[in-house]
Nanobody, 127 residues
Framework: DVQLQASGGGLVQAGGSLRLSCAAS????????IGWFRQAPGKEREGVSC????????YYADSVKGRFTISRDNVKNTVYLHMNSLKPEDTAVYYC????????????????????WGQGTLVTVSS
């Protein structure tokens, strides 16, 4: 079974940094895209960033461009989301998910594109 384990959330002051990790296991796919979504209270789940396992292409939502960086370690089957210059509006539960149908990062991210989901990790940014 495909399993995704997200970790690294926590409480940080505005302007601070966090690194989220998504450890994947049980994969039998050669090409896939791993993405990070977030969901704030009362809001829809939104795509934040994703990365392809094969060509390394990436996507970032406009709201996080220049502040967040996604990276992958294919040996460890882990994807990281480095979050810098955090803002209170970044507060949300962050989820990692995998799209097993794509081999390049999407130009837009929609939850319906993703087949498997990890549990969320809470990021709270205080002002």
């Amino acid at each position: 079974d495909v399993q995704l384990q997200a970790s690294g959330g926590g409480l940080v002051q505005a302007g601070g940094s966090l690194r989220l990790s998504c450890a994947a296991s049980g994969f039998t796919y050669d090409d896939y895209v791993i993405g990070w979504f977030r969901q704030a209270p009362g809001k829809e789940r939104e795509g934040v960033s994703c990365i392809s396992s094969s060509d390394g292409s990436t996507y970032y939502a406009d709201s996080v461009k220049g502040r967040f960086t996604i990276s992958r370690d294919n040996v460890k089957n882990t994807v990281y989301l480095h979050m810098n210059s955090l803002k209170p509006e970044d507060t949300a539960v962050y989820y990692c998910a995998v799209d097993t149908w794509s081999n390049s990062a999407q130009t837009t991210m929609h939850p319906i594109q993703y087949d498997y989901w990890g549990q969320g990790t809470l990021v709270t940014v205080s002002s």
